[in-house]
Every structure is written in C-alpha cells, then in structure tokens.
C-alpha cells in the first residue's frame, strides 16, 4: 500500500514533470524568439555553424547575416514543425550542403539562399517539398535544365542579380503549380530564353524580367498571365498581336526601354483585361488611331517621356474605362478637344500634359478654355505648368499668364 505522504510526492513529480513539458522551450543562446520558441531569430550573430540545441517546435528559423559555410543532416535533426528557413547572406556554396542535410524537414516550404554569392548553380540536395525558393543575388550564370527537376511543388521562385544569361529548354518543365517566377537584374539576351522555355509554367500568374537584355517580348508566355515585367530592357518594337495570347493580363509594365520605338496597330489586341499600361520613357515616337486596340479594359496609362510627336482625334477612344492619361513630357504641339471626349470617354478624370511644347494658336484655345472653365472631366494636371512654345511672341509664356484671346490663328 501507498503511503500518503508517498502518493503526495508521487503527485506532485508528475505535476512538476509535466510543467516542465508543457513550459516554453529556451530560446538558444544570443537568438531571439517570439511566439514561444515557434519562430528563432539568430541573426547577425557571427554564426559558423548552425546553433545546437534548437527547440523542436521551431516553425521559423533566421539565420541570415551569420558565417555559415556548411549544413549538415544533424544540424537540424528532430525540427520536425519546421517551415521557413531563411539562410540568407551566409557562406554557402554547393559544396558545403550535404546531400542529406535537409532530409529531416518534413515541414519546410520556404527557404531563402539569397545573397550567399557563391552558389554557382542551383544546390541538387534542396527538399523537394518545397514551394518558395528565394535565390535572389547568388552567382547562376546558367540555369541547367535540371536545375528545379525534384522541386515539383514550387509556386514562388525568385533568381533575381544574379547575372543569369540562359536558361536551357525545359529547365521550367516540372513546374506546373509554379505561379510567380522573378528573374529581374538578371543578363538575359533573346538566345538565352528558349521559345516556350515557360510554358509549362502554365499557372504562372506574375512574370518578373526587370532589367535583363531582352530586345524582344519572349514568344509562349503562360496564357494565364496577370502581370507581365518587361521594364528596362531593350526592346525595339511591339509587333502586332505580340501579346494576343494573354487575355488574363492586368497590368503590362515596359517603361525605361529608350530603344522602343515602334508600338504596331493591334499590339496590344487581346488584352481586354488588362487595367494599367506603363510605357514611360521609351522612345515611342509615333501613336495612331489603333495603337491602342484592345485595350477595352484599361484606366491607367503611362506614356509620359516618350518622343510622341502627335496624337490623331481617335488615339484613345478604344479605351472605354480610360480614367487617368499621362502624357507629359512627350513632344506634343497640340491636340484636339476630340481626343479627350468624356462622351466617348465617360469615366476620364486627369490627364497629364504638362511638358509638352505647345502651338498656342487657334486649335489649342479650347484646352486654355477648359483650365479656365473650372478645369473638371477630364482635370488638366498642374495646368500652370503648361508652356508655349510657339508662336514666336507666346513662346516661354505658361498658360495661366495667358487668356484664351491670346490663342489665334494667322
Ligand atoms: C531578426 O533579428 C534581426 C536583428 O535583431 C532583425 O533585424 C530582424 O527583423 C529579425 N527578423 C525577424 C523575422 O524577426
Ligand atoms: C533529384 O532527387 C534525387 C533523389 O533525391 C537526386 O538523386 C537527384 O540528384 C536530384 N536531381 C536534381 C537535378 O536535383
Ligand atoms: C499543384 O497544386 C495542387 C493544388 O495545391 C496539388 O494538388 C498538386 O499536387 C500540385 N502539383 C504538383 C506537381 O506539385
Ligand atoms: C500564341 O499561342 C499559340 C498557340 O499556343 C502559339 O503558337 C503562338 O506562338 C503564341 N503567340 C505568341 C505571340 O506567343
Ligand atoms: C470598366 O470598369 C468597370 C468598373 O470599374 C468594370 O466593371 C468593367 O468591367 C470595365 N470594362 C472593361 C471592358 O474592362
Ligand atoms: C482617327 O480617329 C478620328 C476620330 O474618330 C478621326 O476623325 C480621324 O480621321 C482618324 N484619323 C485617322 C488617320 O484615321
Ligand atoms: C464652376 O464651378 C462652380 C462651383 O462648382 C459652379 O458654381 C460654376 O457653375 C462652374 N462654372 C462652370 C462654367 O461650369
């Protein structure tokens, strides 16, 4: 028979015991933790090695900013809860991660090798069961058809500065869920981006190529498309029908290309969908009644910085939701009232004309009327920052020094 005072201490180690489970778990050495120990936080702290001692239930692990140079299976043994691990700026390289070293996390869907500069290809060993890669400023020159085979469930993977200039066929062929691909700062050219290379990608939804040397817009692009990054490259034209295929896209962002001058009739055809157009700074020096066909859906456009000489009557009228125009800084003498009609185009609100070297005769008095009638469907930004630029005697002079009287012909 138990004795009382027995049972009474056999009680209370089991209380005690099962505090100490049920308590929070230490937070290794110099990290920080929050929410428990569900997400350790050792940044910054001159790590070599990957800390021991991690608690098992570690969902978010950060050890960016630290000297690691090598991974091991043992160094994240029984983080069985673990989901992002973000390695970041470390010293990693290929080398340096055993073939095994992540074979024990179940768990883990993020992971972030950005800034290690010395990964030269994508490391073979990652976990398959990923769904984000961050591999953002390493040093992949090219991306080896292989190089995401085993990773079949990836939705975001982002190869941004690293000075990528091909990628070899297929090299997107297991990718089926992938949805957003960044490949920004990067140094593709045309040969480096096979035809169709993305089109087994077939839910991508955001395509990211910022600032590589593509001098033409990539042929097979997934249809299913939402947002389309070509900006600073060095694209000459836009054929028409080039995006015929991306009925889904919403926004299409192609400023900062001083080589494009050419935007065919029709380019723009099938995007009904699309909501914003950003074509500033490019060297678009020419705009007709059909440039911008198919634009049905459209309400913000840039075309600000660019070299358009004229605009004809019709320019915008295929944009029946267009609400808000830039035009300023283009090379614009003058422009119809029919251009802007608000009963072709019921919701225009603002447009942007500032910039422009005006002919202050005759066919602009009706602008300089507008400013001064209340200056409402569509608003004339910054009207005072409207300059003539001809005839000789207003030229230099802004609109508002002006009135509509000083607006003659001949
Ligand atoms: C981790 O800690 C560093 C340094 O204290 C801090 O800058 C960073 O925001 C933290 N990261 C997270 C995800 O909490
Ligand atoms: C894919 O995974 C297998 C088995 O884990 C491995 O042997 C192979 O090297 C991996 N292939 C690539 C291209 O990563
Ligand atoms: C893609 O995602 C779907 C839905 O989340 C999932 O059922 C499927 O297994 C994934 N396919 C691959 C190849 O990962
Ligand atoms: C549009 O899709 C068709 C059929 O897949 C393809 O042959 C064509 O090259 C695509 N057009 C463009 C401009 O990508
Ligand atoms: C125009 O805008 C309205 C409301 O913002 C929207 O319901 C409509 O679908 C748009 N039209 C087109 C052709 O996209
Ligand atoms: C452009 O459209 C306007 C308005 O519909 C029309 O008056 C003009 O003649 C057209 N210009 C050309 C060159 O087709
Ligand atoms: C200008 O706006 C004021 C106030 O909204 C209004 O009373 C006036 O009628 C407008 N003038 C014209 C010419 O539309």
């Known amino acids: 028979m138990v004795s009382f005072r027995a049972a ?14 049920a308590a929070a ?10 929410h428990g120990t569900l997400l350790v936080n050792c940044s910054r702290l001159s790590l070599t090695s990957v800390p021991r001692g991690l608690p098992a239930d570690v969902q978010q692990l950060i050890l960016e900013n630290n000297n690691i140079a090598k991974l091991a299976r043992s160094d994240f043994r029984g983080l069985t809860a673990l989901q992002f691990l973000d390695l970041s700026s470390n010293q990693l390289d290929t080398h340096g991660i055993a073939a095994d070293a992540f074979d024990d996390l179940p768990s883990i869907r993020t992971l972030d090798l950005s800034y290690n500069t010395k990964f030269f290809d994508v490391p073979a060993q990652l976990p398959s069961q990923l769904t984000t890669l961050y591999f953002i400023q390493n040093s992949l020159i090219h991306v080896r058809k292989d190089a995401f085979a085993n990773l079949t469930d990836l939705i975001h993977l982002d190869i941004s500065y690293n000075g990528v200039e091909s990628i ?9 869920n992938l949805t957003v691909l960044y490949c920004d700062f990067n140094k593709l050219k045309d040969n480096g981006v096979p035809p169709s290379v993305f089109k087994p990608a077939s839910k991508l939804s955001i395509l990211g190529l910022r600032f590589n040397q593509l001098t033409r817009v990539p042929v097979d692009i997934p249809a299913g ?47 009904g969908k699309l909501q914003i157009l950003d074509a500033t700074s490019t060297g678009l020096n020419k705009v007709t009644n059909r440039t911008f066909d198919g634009l049905s859906g459209a309400w913000e456009v840039y075309m600000s910085l660019n070299k358009i000489p004229a605009v004809p009557a019709g320019a915008f009228h295929a944009m029946r939701n267009l609400s808000s125009l830039w035009l300023d800084a283009n090379l614009i003498t003058t422009l119809s009232p029919e251009a802007l009609d608000t009963s072709i185009l019921p919701h225009l609100s ?10 202050c005769d005759c066919h602009l ?14 608003a004339i930004d910054s009207p005072h920052l409207n300059v003539c630029n001809a005839p000789p005697k207003l ?14 012909c001949g």
């Open 8 to 21: 009474f201490l056999l009680v209370t180690t089991g209380v005690l015991l099962a505090w100490v489970a």
């Open 25 to 34: 778990l230490p937070c290794p050495q110099h990290c920080e933790c929050q």
């Open 168 to 176: 070899a066929p297929g090299a997107f062929q297991s990718l089926s």
């Open 225 to 271: 498309l939402e947002h389309l990054d070509l900006v600073g490259n060095q694209i000459v034209d836009l054929p028409s029908r080039v995006f015929s295929n991306l009925t889904q896209l919403q926004t299409l962002e192609i400023w900062q290309q001083p080589s494009l001058t050419t935007i065919a009739d029709d380019a723009f055809a099938g995007l």
């Open 350 to 359: 603002e447009v942007y004309l500032w910039g422009n070297p005006w002919t």
């Open 365 to 378: 008095r009706w602008l300089k009327e507008h400013i001064d009638n209340n200056n409402t469907a569509p």
């Open 395 to 408: 030229k230099g002079r802004a609109f508002d020094s002006l009135s509509p009287k000083d607006f003659v």
